[in-house]
Structures are given as structure tokens and as C-alpha cells.
């Protein structure tokens, strides 16, 4: 899960890592108040969409009076901000963060993710951060270092001091370095986080260490420990049928195919995908309703694929198992009474239990393809898409 700037920095100060002063606004004069309240005379006023590169984009900008601060606002907010992240679409802007100018003398990176292949933490940190990050990560590689945390140990003096150095830190700020790096691992780790990033970490021109910019990815597994920042999620960026899928504990992730797809197992759903594909067809979604599924979450799971409207068939794919084929059956029948549909739905059912469900799909007399086998099911596709 995702959240915004000013959330990771709310956060940020939980753990004593020094931000900006500043709030979020959701309108001009709430901005001018904001700023106002702040003081100085120059603030940063900074679109909040779950994506980077907003700098970019042209959603970050400078007003140097607290009339500029509410016309910036008022340009931002309601705003379609395309990033490189966004795609074409881009998002809508909805809030503002408005914050003191910061006098900045140097720039680095600072971030800790998931090194999934060696199963640990890593460090990651660099002296060129801002928006250019990854240009360099990609063309310069050499000048980002890392360091590997062994969980066991945490995070131990020598090696924040190892990172500091390589990262070109000066001598002065390692003290303060250090602490900073200590507490962002300790968030890391704390708040079962698999991202959390600083860009960039300023030197400022009275002689201190700042995060001006903050970036937190939780682990979506792991948010049953951490309620409390699940009332942080911002619906109102993600895809309304993926909002609802979670609501209903399915796998679902939407795509831009035609052919919908339901299957009991990730595994299961990858191979059903390349089945599709070899069709001629292509996914409009991933939707694996897990071996624990019930009538009602194969319902509701067959009611979200019809309604996207890019949908020109659907191929149900179930191996019976936890998840046994009547149960199956039994859903999809209360769906079929629910929603009207208007497009092929190819059927594959094996495993436990699969005379039962196929005889309640044809007792209900329902105008199902029902595919013998994945060899069938493959061809009963090709004809769909043709």
C-alpha cells in the first residue's frame, strides 16, 4: 500500500527524522492559511498523487507571497498531473502540501527496500538525489551504493557509517547521519514497510540534515498488524474495481485484454493467462479467488469481471481442490441470477467434487461453454476471440 508525501512525513516525525514544516491543503485558502501560519516568504506548494516524479510533471512549484501560494494552489488542485509513473492517463490532483522554503546546499538519496533475491534489506543511497534518480540508476550505476542488513543484527553503527561514506556525506553531518539512518530502519522494520525512501536528503544552508521529500510502501500482508495506517489509504487513486476486489479479500488486478478470467491459485492464473495469449486473446484481468473461496466471494469475483466493459468472454478455470468445483458452481449460478450476462463464459472444472458441479451448472440450464479439458478450454477460447 501506498501513501502520500505528507503522510510519510507525519510519520517521518513520529520517528524524530527532521521534515519541513508544512500541511496539506485541499483548497486555496486553506493553503494561504497554511503558509501563513508558517511564515517566512517563500513556501513549497506540492501536488499529492501516489506516484513520483511530480517535480517533472510540474506538479511542485515555488510562491514567494502568500497570494502566490493560494494561485499555485488553486492551478494545482483539480489538475490532471502526468508523471513518467502515471502513464498517459496521469491522476487528479485533490490536495495540495504546502511547506517553508528550504535553502538548499547539497542533495543525496536515501532509501531502504526489499532485496527479494538475497531475501534481506538493503540500504540504498547516493550522492546525486532529486528528480534525476532514475536516470542515474540507470545510466549510472556505479554511483549508487548499498549495503545489506542481516535481520538478525539490525542495522549496526559501522555499516550506516559505510553507506554515509560512500554516499560522499561530509565528515560533520556523520553523527546526524547515522541517527537518521538508525530511525528510517527502525520504521523500516517496525511498520513492516518494503520501501521506504528519502529523496532527496538535503544539507541546508544553516548546517543540517532535512528529508525534503518522504516515500513509504507498507507490505499489503502485513497491514492486519497496522490498522491504523490502512485509514490512510487513498481510494480515490486506484482503479474502483480493484477497491472493491480488496473488499471482498479476491486477487484481483485489472488489465487492458478482453477476455476476463477467474481461477483458484496464482499458479493456476499465470498459466491460464499464457493460454489466453496463445488463444489469440489476451487478459483482461487477474482474478485468482484463492483456495478458501465461498460462494459469495466467486459471486461477487464474477460480478466485478463483467463489469468492465472491455470484457468480450470470460474463462472460469478451476482445479477443485480447497476450493471445491460445486462451490464454484453454486457461485457462479447466484451470479448468472444477479448480473445479466451478455458474453461467452467458458467453463473448465476438475478436481474435487466436479461431477457435482457440473451438474448444477447444467440443472440451472445455463448457456455456459463448458470446456472437458485445458486442451478444450484452449480451443473454446480461439473461437471467442476469432
Known amino acids: 500500500m501506498k501513501i502520500h508525501e505528507y503522510q510519510a512525513k507525519e510519520i517521518f516525525s513520529e520517528f524524530s527524522i527532521p521534515v519541513p514544516r508544512g500541511s496539506v491543503a485541499r483548497d486555496a485558502e486553506e493553503a494561504k492559511k497554511i503558509a501563513e501560519e508558517i511564515g517566512g516568504g517563500r513556501w513549497m506548494i506540492k501536488a499529492q498523487i501516489l506516484a513520483g516524479g511530480r517535480g517533472k510533471g510540474g506538479g511542485v512549484r515555488v510562491a514567494e507571497t502568500l497570494e502566490g501560494v493560494a494561485q499555485t494552489a488553486e492551478e494545482l488542485l483539480g489538475m490532471t ?78 555499516q550506516a557509517r559505510n553507506l554515509l ?7 560533520g553531518f556523520m553523527r546526524a547521519g547515522v541517527g537518521i539512518l538508525t530511525k528510517l530502519y527502525r520504521l523500516f522494520e517496525s511498520s513492516d514497510c518494503t520501501l521506504v525512501e528519502i529523496n532527496p536528503l538535503v544539507v541546508t544552508e544553516d548546517k543540517g540534515l532535512l528529508a525534503l521529500d518522504a516515500k513509504i510502501e507498507f507490505d499489503d500482508n ?33 488489465m487492458d485484454g478482453n477476455l476476463g478470467i ?78 445479466k450476462i451478455e458474453v461467452p463464459v467458458v467453463v473448465r472444472l476438475d ?28 480451443e473454446k477460447v480461439r473461437a471467442i476471440a476469432s
Not at 234 to 251: G, I, K, M, Y
Not at 359 to 374: K, M, N, P, R, T
Request: with cysteine.
Open 81 to 158: 498531473l502526468v508523471t513518467p509513473q502515471t502513464g498517459p492517463q496521469g491522476k487528479r490532483v485533490t490536495k495540495v502540501l504546502v511547506e517553508e522554503g528550504v535553502a538548499v546546499k547539497e542533495e543525496f538519496y536515501l532509501g531502504i527496500a526489499l532485496d527479494r533475491a538475497k531475501q534481506c534489506p538493503v540500504l540504498i543511497a547516493s550522492s546525486e538525489g532529486g528528480m534525476g534518480i532514475e536516470d542515474l540508476a540507470a545510466n549510472h550505476p556505479e554511483r549508487i551504493v548499498r549495503e545489506w542488513i542481516d535481520v538478525g543484527l539490525g542495522l549496526p553503527g559501522f
Open 165 to 171: 561514506f560512500g554516499m560522499g556525506i561530509d565528515a
Open 222 to 254: 502485513a497491514l492486519f498488524r497496522h490498522k491504523h495506517f490502512l485509514e490512510m489509504e487513498d481510494t480515490e487513486e486506484q482503479d474502483p474495481l480493484d477497491v472493491e476486489a480488496s473488499r471482498h479479500r479476491l486477487n484481483y488486478i485489472r
Open 262 to 339: 477467474m481461477v483458484n491459485g496464482a499458479g493456476l492464473a499465470m498459466a491460464t493467462m499464457d493460454l489466453i495469449k496463445q488463444a489469440g486473446a489476451s487478459p483482461a484481468n487477474f482474478l485468482d479467488v484463492g483456495g478458501g473461496a465461498t460462494t459469495e466471494m466467486v459471486t461477487k469475483g464474477l460480478e466485478i469481471i463483467l463489469q468492465d466493459k472491455n470484457v468480450r468472454g470470460i474463462l472460469i478455470n478451476i482445479f477443485g481442490g480447497i476450493l471445491r468445483c460445486d462451490v464454484l458452481a453454486k457461485g457462479v449460478v447466484e451470479a448468472a441470477s444477479k448480473v
Open 351 to 378: 478436481g474435487a467434487n466436479v461431477e457435482e458441479g457440473r451438474h448444477i451448472l447444467a440443472e440451472y440450464d445455463l448457456d455456459f461453454i463448458v470446456a472437458d479439458s485445458i486442451a478444450d478450454a484452449a
